[in-house]
């Protein structure tokens, strides 16, 4: 079966410091791959998706950029966070274009 | 732009009552999803409807869409206390892409034991 993994759970980083999140999944070839940011008690706004390796489209410009350097790893990074990165950060990934299956989710606190 | 939004934001109902929730989108889509986010936790997907599809249904749920009006409802039956959670619709960016989904600020179900 497939699974989704993120870490860290929790992240408390100061305003300028570097950020990378990781998201894995297992038990499927070539996913689509995607990065939700949810703010308190919003819904999800898209940030980056990925149809295959070294391919990345972005929806919103901003101050994060993502990667993904194997079929079924997906990273978001900063060079230098901000106050408005704080958020609920989501990984999903998807086959084709049905349901999308979401990992458990990163809290940053930027303080 | 963001294409669901959930009609009420909040509902509170009681344990056995039915709680339904309303979905308006703006664009053509060849497929709605509805997803459930219990707090603070990552969303599960509860059943996706495809445009050509009026009604579908997984055990308490049952699901609606109206292309012409650009709208789909989620019923949940017999509703259990583990029922509390915020309750998403989403549909693809450009009505079928592989290029994410846009979800609405959803609506938060409360159900009194």
């Known amino acids: 079966s497939q699974t989704i993994h993120q870490w860290p759970a929790t992240l408390v980083q100061p305003v300028g410091s570097p950020l990378s999140l990781e998201c894995t999944v297992e038990g499927t070839s070539n996913p689509n791959l995607y990065w939700y940011r949810q703010a308190a008690g919003r819904g999800l706004q898209l940030l980056f998706y990925s149809v295959g390796i070294g391919q990345i489209s972005s929806e919103v410009p901003q101050n994060l950029s993502a990667s993904r350097p194997q079929d079924r790893q997906f990273i978001l990074s900063s060079k230098k966070l901000l106050l408005s990165d704080s958020g609920f950060y989501l990984c999903a990934w998807s086959v084709g274009t049905r349901e999308q299956y979401f990992g458990p989710g990163t809290r940053l606190t930027v303080t | 732009s963001q294409q669901g939004e959930e009609d009420p934001q909040a509902l509170s109902i009681q344990e056995g009552e039915n709680a339904t929730m309303n979905c308006s989108y703006k664009?053509?889509?060849?497929?709605l999803q509805w997803y459930r986010q219990n707090s603070g936790r990552g969303l599960v997907h509860l059943i996706l409807i495809r445009s050509n599809e009026r009604e579908k249904h997984s055990g308490r749920l049952r699901v609606t869409l109206d292309t012409s009006k650009k709208s789909s409802s989620l019923l949940i039956t017999a509703s259990r206390a583990a029922d509390t959670a915020s309750y998403f619709c989403?549909?693809?960016?450009?009505?079928?892409?592989?290029?994410?989904?846009?979800f609405g600020k959803g609506t938060h179900l409360i159900i009194q034991p």
């Open positions: 664009t053509s889509i060849n497929n």
């Open positions: 989403a549909a693809p960016y450009s009505g079928g892409g592989a290029d994410g989904l846009t």
